[in-house]
């Protein structure tokens, strides 16, 4: 079966929301097994916001006259697998805290990478109000992954490290 460019995008927005949707859950589990305070924070910030970025996801598909629900991320659920496998039995510390942002900090990797693809399609379709939508979502997560940089530098991974 031959894809149309309209069907690549609607895919991809398909697995943004499939995304979106996987990370409100797992934003809540991180954020209760983090020890830092300011992480809790962050990643309890962040599950507010990936609520809104699901929102948006939506408003661009009913725009389109799309369903938004699509398959699950197998790579998302991949991750959330090895996460899982990592923490497992993990008790509350700073390295339990690194490695929980170097996770979050991959699956916001990954979501950039996808808006940042959302947002070219849309915008070589000529949706100009979609690729705004898709940027400001963008540029969240680029936030986000920021924040969990400077709280990572501000003690954690430094704590982290004398674990041996």
Do not use: C
């Not at 209760?32 to 996801?57: F, I, Y």
């Not at 690194?98 to 949706?127: F, N, P």
């Not at 979609?130 to 501000?154: F, G, P, R, W």
Request: hydrophobic share 45%; glycine share 4%; net charge negative.
């Amino acid at each position: 079966m031959q894809l149309s460019f309209s069907e690549m995008m609607k895919r991809e927005i398909q697995k943004l929301f499939s995304i979106e949707t996987q990370l409100v859950d797992a934003l809540k589990m991180l954020s209760g097994m983090a020890e830092n305070p300011e992480l809790v924070q962050a990643l309890e910030m962040h599950r507010q916001e990936t609520m809104n970025h699901a929102a948006r996801l939506q408003q661009i598909a009913q725009k389109m006259g799309w369903e938004v629900i699509g398959m699950a991320s197998q790579t998302l659920k991949a991750m959330q697998m090895e996460t899982l496998e990592n923490l497992n039995g993990a008790e509350k510390s700073p390295l339990t805290d690194a490695m929980i942002i170097a996770a979050a900090q991959q699956s916001e990797h990954l979501e950039m990478a996808a808006y940042g693809t959302a947002r070219t399609l849309a915008r070589q379709m000529g949706d100009e109000e979609a690729a705004s939508l898709l940027q400001q979502t963008l540029d969240e997560e680029k936030k986000a992954d920021e924040k969990l940089t400077q709280i990572a530098e501000a003690g954690i991974n430094q704590k982290a490290a004398m674990v041996l």
